[in-house]
Every structure is written in C-alpha cells, then in structure tokens.
C-alpha cells in the first residue's frame, strides 16, 4: 500500500503514524477485511473444519466414530438425535459403550418413554444396572416432553433418553437451549423419517444393522465437513457372540455362497437371506 504524505502551506512535511494494526486483506471478491486477531482467531470455527471447541464430550466407545464426531465424543450442554428404523433396538447398542461410563462415574440414566419394555438381562449384558435405570414410562407426546424437559433443567442425570418420534421443530430448539445449562449427555431417539426435517439438534446421525451383525452409523450432521459414507462398528447384540458358530457370525458369507451358487434370488441366496431376517 503506498503511503501518503501530507505537505503543508509552510512547507512542512509530515508523515503519517506507522498503523500498528495489520493491513486489511483482500478477499476473493475484492473486498477488504481486516486482519483478525490471534485471541479471536483461535475461537473461530470454520465450516470446512470439524469443530474442536466442543471442549464437554464424553467418548462414545467407539474408537471410529469418536473420530467423526466434534471434540471427539458424544457432547454435554447439547441435544443429540440419533435416528433408527426401529425404535428401542439400535438404541441401545449404540449409546451403550458411553452410558457405561456415566454409570461407573455413579450418574444415574433416565430413560423416557421407549417404545419397547427395557431389557433387563441385556441391559445387565451391557454394564448398566438397573439401580442406576430410571425407566419413565410417558404415553402421549405432549407429556414425553415435558418430563424430558424438566429433567434437562434439573441437571440431575448423568444420561437422559428420551424417545420423542412426533417432535416438532420448536420443540427440539427449546430443548436444544434448556441442555445447554445440563452436564449430562441428552439424547432423542428419533425415526428414520425424521432425517429430512430441520433440527436444531448440533448433531444427527442415523443408525442401522449390516448384514454381519455390526452397526452402520452415518453422522449427517454436525460442526463440520460433511460426513461421506458410514461407520461400521462391530456389535453383536447381548449374549449372541458367546453362542454363534462361525458359519453365523458372518452371514454375509452364506450369502454370497448362495449367489455365486446361482442367479440373485435363487432358493439358496433367498434361504440364507431368510435366516439372517429371522436372526434379526
């Protein structure tokens, strides 16, 4: 930048005061921003970039996922949507690995309005005792809310699951705000339907079984880039890896025998087919 020199009627010369902030710098288009400071700099969050200032988080368990995830787990003082096609299944196989955490820290789970009878034994199988389960049973809509509200606010779980499938959108935002006074870790277990409607939740993601047993875990929402393809976690249900033989432990192998065996849709590929349904 040329500098300019001031000249007055009496010949006097006088330069201008050395700036002592940085020069503003052009942007693409053309304009002129001025250079940010460092102390704000580090605040900064881009959208290319997975956020790392989500300081609170307690890890899911999982070492690939919590690769994918903003500050490297699960975060506190923020609502989490996990979405499923079935509701009370994946759930729990999912969040398990972290709410054993909260259960060895002493911190009590609160579980609101699942759509099936809590299992205890499996649950047990999972390392969460059921002296540390609040199971609250809430029928309509309006009161799952509610509780689930009121026990973000109190600040008093270590875990909440709540099972909200008709939230609507100002509903989440209201308890996307009250989590943020809320240590615990809150989660709402949604329907896969839900994944196209707005959502106030910082993080979504959707979950489902593959073929062998394992879950597949898209996280399509969060501070971040967005995350390409699925995260596959090995996760025989409760009790099941004990008894498998090896031949049923992968079925995908059954499968691809049966297909190489004949034509897609074969008795044999459709027989296999049918046995991993109703192991399901």
Do not use: Y
């Amino acid at each position: 930048m040329q500098q300019t020199t001031f000249i007055w009627l009496d010949q006097t010369t006088v330069q201008p005061p050395t700036p002592t902030e940085p020069a503003p710098t052009a942007t693409p288009c053309g304009t002129l921003l001025p250079k940010v400071p460092r102390a704000i700099e580090r605040d900064i969050w881009r959208a290319d970039q997975l956020g790392e200032s989500v300081t609170e988080v307690l890890s899911s368990g999982w070492q690939s996922l919590d690769i994918e995830l903003p500050g490297g787990g699960w975060p506190r003082r923020a609502v989490t949507e996990v979405l499923t096609t079935q509701p009370s299944v994946l759930e729990w196989r999912l969040l398990s690995p972290a709410l054993r955490g909260v259960v060895a820290s002493g911190g009590q789970i609160v579980v609101v309005g699942p759509a099936r009878i809590p299992h205890l034994p499996g649950l047990r199988h999972e390392g969460l005792s059921e002296r540390q389960l609040v199971w609250i049973q809430a029928e309509a809509p309006a009161e799952r809310l509610w509780v689930t509200e009121q026990l973000i606010k109190s600040n008093s779980a270590g875990a909440i699951v709540a099972w909200l499938p008709q939230g609507r959108q100002e509903q989440l935002r209201r308890l996307q705000v009250c989590s943020q006074g809320c240590e615990g870790l809150v989660f709402l277990c949604r329907p896969e339907s839900a994944r196209h409607e707005a959502s106030a939740a910082p993080l979504r993601v959707h979950a489902e079984v593959g073929i062998d047993w394992e879950l597949r875990v898209n996280v399509f929402k969060r501070r971040g880039p967005v995350h390409e393809g699925q995260v596959v976690l090995p996760s025989v249900p409760g009790g099941l890896a004990s008894v498998l033989t090896p031949r049923l432990a992968k079925p995908s192998v059954l499968i691809s025998r049966g297909v190489t065996a004949g034509a897609v849709g074969s008795p044999s590929s459709s027989a296999a087919t049918r046995r991993h349904a109703a192991l399901q």
